[in-house]
């Protein structure tokens, strides 16, 4: 195995200015919070508001590592930390921007104080609903203020929020109610993508119909003219009758904040449950070291909030931290770069932090020459997730985004973390394209072999979490504690499993490799392959199919199908791509789906994936011994060459 050592001259520290003003600027940090990470995620909690404090920092079953708990005993408010605490001094200050896709449409501020009563009506709102705290309240809205608000008005009334990205389609949402049983479902008539109307109301419809949703109130985004039906409410005209003040519950630190699905290894996607106290603690503190926040910050974080980085840093991580927060509609080429550069010159953004794929778009699409043409002046700290990012990438960023003064923070982290969990500190450094960087403080993390022993300096292997557990991560898995056991703690037994595979290099910092199972990251969007796959075999003409991730410069990952079926069909190859869009979303269409006679497969039936990705790129296919129909390799290999 090829050791990884880190070129020459391509490491960077941060410079004396940002140092001096950095909360997190000397190992000080580190040494403290290793002692006693209780001690050191506790202080953390202490800068936030408890109607009651916990009596345990940290407690841990010793037989059953993946039971633990943070914050014991604690009362607390998520949306009282994101609004209420910051009312006194700052109740001025803008909490959120939103900028809608069509140019001619204004840009809408919002003060935490607006903010909080728009929120404090919207929870009254779900109230007279029949909400109630515990209830599940699904949340399928666009970029738009409203999903800040349904999520906030939730947390601040105890009801859990789940919510579902809205480019997933009728039937992912479907999966998702049924699975969750929500009563409740909140969307919009429709959104504008790319110039377009892209109409929301029916998709959800679809998607809740033969589910428990009871009621679903439905925001004038669009300004569609529809009718709705008896248990379907108009978001503004439920509004107007509500009372401006709504009392922030005291909820246990223990209880479910909200549940986010997302792709696993199984077929279906899995509901992942984040606790109120440790979750807010993980995304308040992370959002302050990592992305350096301090007051009068811009953060634009172009995540989408059906994503887990959408929830942490366009949403919580920001409020609790009593900076401004700014959202975007649309597609960031649309109408122009230009437009999408704007927004960071003229809100003086100050934190930038995005996706890879977004960065690789700038770079293919040559916008240099548009770069030099923006300042910047108040960026500090550029971000970068989802997805490994390549060299070549993070030198661009730095150079022609980052004006080679804005250090990169490289985060690691999943949907299961709730927040970062490995990154550079932006007052510490190192920033080494490629590399990640070090466990956040308090955390700890370990890279293992197969049998469970640490790799040396510069090997890769998988990556593990060592115990006390980040308090940001899941508890669980909604109405699935087997999944949850068998997913992340059977590998390791004490350690949690990632799922990633990394190398450990000298200074314990991580460069991360990307998943080792059947996750795909495509454009930084987590997908499953067994997703994709259930997909597919849903046509009727299909017999069975087997989908692999290929590398691709743009997206960082893209589907390819292998389709065995049972007749042939003209176009059936368009009709399975479709099938995919209908059944999940547009993101998880197959680049390339290729029609093969039979899948390569093992005695015990098991599809050798590794062998169709050989032949899919080209390579030499490796000890095929095992295989029960070795001719097939041959008779791929003629399909994939054409
Ligand atoms: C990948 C997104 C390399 C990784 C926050 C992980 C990364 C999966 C990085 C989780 C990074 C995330 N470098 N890979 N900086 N950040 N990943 O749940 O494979 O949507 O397991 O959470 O994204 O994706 P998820």
């Not at 003060?111 to 007279?128: D, F, G, I, P, R």
Request: with cysteine; hydrophobic share 40%; aromatic share 12%.
């Amino acid at each position: 195995m090829v050791k990884y050592v880190v070129k020459k001259g391509r490491v960077f520290w941060p410079s004396k200015a940002m140092k001096k003003i950095a909360w997190a600027n000397s190992e000080k940090i580190y040494k403290e919070a290793s002692e006693s990470p209780a001690k050191f995620w506790a202080k953390a909690a202490n800068e936030l508001f408890w109607f009651k404090k916990w009596h345990k920092t940290y407690e841990q079953s010793r037989l059953r590592p993946w039971n633990f708990r943070w914050f014991v005993g604690g009362k607390t408010n998520a949306c009282y930390n994101a609004l209420d605490i910051h009312l006194p001094e700052k109740a001025n200050q803008t909490a959120l921007i939103w900028i809608p896709e069509p140019e001619k449409e204004p840009d809408q501020n919002y003060t935490y104080e607006e903010l909080h009563e728009l929120v404090c009506k919207a929870a009254n709102m779900l109230k007279s609903i029949g909400v109630r705290r515990g209830d599940i309240v699904t949340i399928y809205l666009p970029m738009i203020p409203e999903l800040i608000i349904s999520m906030l008005a939730c947390a601040r009334i105890g009801a859990i929020h789940s919510v579902v990205f809205s480019a997933f389609s009728s039937q992912a949402l479907k999966t998702r109610l049924l699975d969750n049983r929500s009563r409740f479902l909140i969307t919009a008539d429709g959104y504008y993508r790319r110039g377009k109307l892209i109409k929301l109301k029916e998709p959800a419809e679809q998607g809740a119909r033969g589910t428990a949703v009871e009621k679903i109130i439905v925001v004038n985004r669009a300004r569609r003219k529809i009718r709705l039906k008896n248990n379907e409410f108009w978001w503004h005209l439920l509004m107007e009758e509500q009372p401006l003040s709504c009392p922030a519950e005291e909820l246990d630190s223990n209880s479910v904040m909200f549940l986010l699905y997302t792709s696993g290894t199984t077929g279906k996607p899995k509901g992942i449950i984040h606790e109120l106290g440790g979750y807010m603690v993980h995304a308040y503190l992370t959002a302050k070291l990592v992305f350096d926040l301090h007051e009068n910050d811009v953060m634009f974080c172009t995540a989408d909030i059906g994503w887990i980085t959408g929830h942490s840093y366009a949403c919580y991580g920001p409020l609790f931290n009593g900076i401004t927060s700014i959202i975007y509609e649309g597609s960031p080429d649309w109408p122009s770069w230009k437009r999408f550069f704007s927004i960071l010159e003229k809100y003086n953004v100050t934190v930038f932090y995005t996706a890879p794929t977004l960065i690789r778009m700038m770079v293919a699409n040559r916008l240099e020459r548009l770069l030099a043409r923006f300042k910047f002046e108040k960026l500090r700290i550029l971000g970068s997730v989802g997805e490994p990012i390549d060299e070549e990438t993070w030198l661009w960023f730095f150079r022609h985004v980052g004006k080679s003064r804005c250090p990169i923070v490289d985060t690691w982290w999943q949907t299961e973390g709730g927040g970062v969990l490995i990154s550079s500190l932006p007052g510490i450094g190192p920033f080494i394209p490629g590399v990640a960087g070090r466990s956040f403080p308090g955390v700890n993390h370990l890279v293992l072999d197969e049998g469970g022993r640490p790799v040396s300096v510069g090997k890769e292997g998988y990556l593990v979490q060592a115990s006390p557990f980040a308090p940001g991560m899941l508890s669980g898995v909604w109405r699935n504690s087997k999944l949850y056991r068998e997913k992340y703690w059977s590998q390791y037994h004490k350690y949690y499993f990632s799922g990633d595979g990394a190398y450990m290099l000298k200074g314990k910092l991580f460069r991360i490799t990307g998943r080792v199972d059947d996750v795909i990251k495509v454009a930084g969007h987590r997908l499953s392959t067994a997703e994709i796959e259930n997909a597919i075999n849903k046509h009727p003409l299909v017999v069975e199919s087997a989908v692999v991730a290929k590398l691709d410069k743009i997206k960082g990952n893209v589907p390819v199908a292998f389709v065995v079926v049972n007749k042939k069909k003209k176009n059936i190859e368009q009709d399975i791509i479709g099938l995919v869009a209908k059944e999940i979303g547009p993101i998880a269409k197959p680049h390339i789906v290729y029609v093969v006679p039979d899948l390569p497969k093992t005695r015990s039936g098991k599809i050798m994936r590794r062998v169709l990705r050989a032949l899919m790129l080209n390579e030499t296919v490796g000890d095929v011994s095992t295989l029960v129909n070795p001719e097939v390799i041959g008779q791929i290999e003629r399909i994939v060459k054409v």
